[in-house]
């Protein structure tokens, strides 16, 4: 790199560090968050998950709940619990394989029940509600009472939502929004869902 070059780089890596370290001092609200990770990409539910070891890490209280049952074990729900993180699992019904509408239906309800005592729980810094949005799509809960539920939360607590499709609802009261995209997936050229990656 000759030295003018060199300069440059310097002058335009200080213009961005000006411009983050005014962003960093406009953003002076302190509240618990909405995130709300949808899209059809692989990693939502990876990145909640993420979320929840983060904030175990720094000795906070997370909680997360499982909106559809797969067949697998889960390797996060496994470190996780072990480490004080208290899961809700939606024991029978609803998979991506059952038929049965109305015994989906009242798991859900089931689950929800126990996730809207989790949203009053002054205690908790995060819950994640994993695959929330098939419920909402599905009409198996009632889209504004789930609204109601995390609008009303303790201040300090903060939502994760993953799920495909997000209602434009949940997008609205989101405070941060991703949307993975697919650009490849695994699945797609015959490759085996895999243990430590997959779930
Ligand atoms: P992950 O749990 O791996 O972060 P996800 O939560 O983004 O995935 P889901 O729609 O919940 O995605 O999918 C759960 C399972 O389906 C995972 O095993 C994941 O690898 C797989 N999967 C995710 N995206 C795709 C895709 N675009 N095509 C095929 N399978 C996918
Ligand atoms: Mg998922």
Do not use: I
């Given at each position: 790199m000759s030295e003018t070059d060199n300069e440059r780089h310097k002058k335009r890596q200080q213009k961005l560090k000006e411009q983050v370290d005014e962003r960093i001092r406009q953003a002076q609200q302190e509240r618990g968050l909405v995130v709300v990770l949808t899209g059809n990409g692989k990693g939502k539910s990876t990145s909640g998950f993420g979320t929840i070891a983060r904030a175990v890490g720094h000795g906070q209280n997370a909680a997360v709940v499982q909106f559809i049952k797969g067949n697998w074990e889960c390797g996060e729900r496994e470190l996780l619990s072990a480490h004080g993180v208290e899961f809700v699992v939606m024991a029978t019904g609803f998979t991506w394989?059952?038929?049965?509408k109305e015994a989906d239906k009242a798991s859900a309800q089931q689950v929800w029940q126990q996730a809207k005592v989790m949203l009053t729980n002054?205690?908790?810094?995060v819950v994640l509600l994993d695959e929330l949005t098939y419920m909402i799509s599905y009409h198996y809960l009632e889209l504004e009472e789930v609204v109601a539920a995390i609008l009303q939360r303790p201040q300090q607590m903060s939502v994760i939502i993953t799920g495909r499709g997000a209602h434009r609802r949940l997008i609205e009261i989101a405070d941060t929004v991703s949307e993975i995209q697919s650009r490849k997936h695994a699945f797609d050229s015959g490759l085996k869902a895999r243990k430590g990656i997959d779930w």
């Open positions: 394989e059952t038929q049965n002054p205690n908790l810094d």
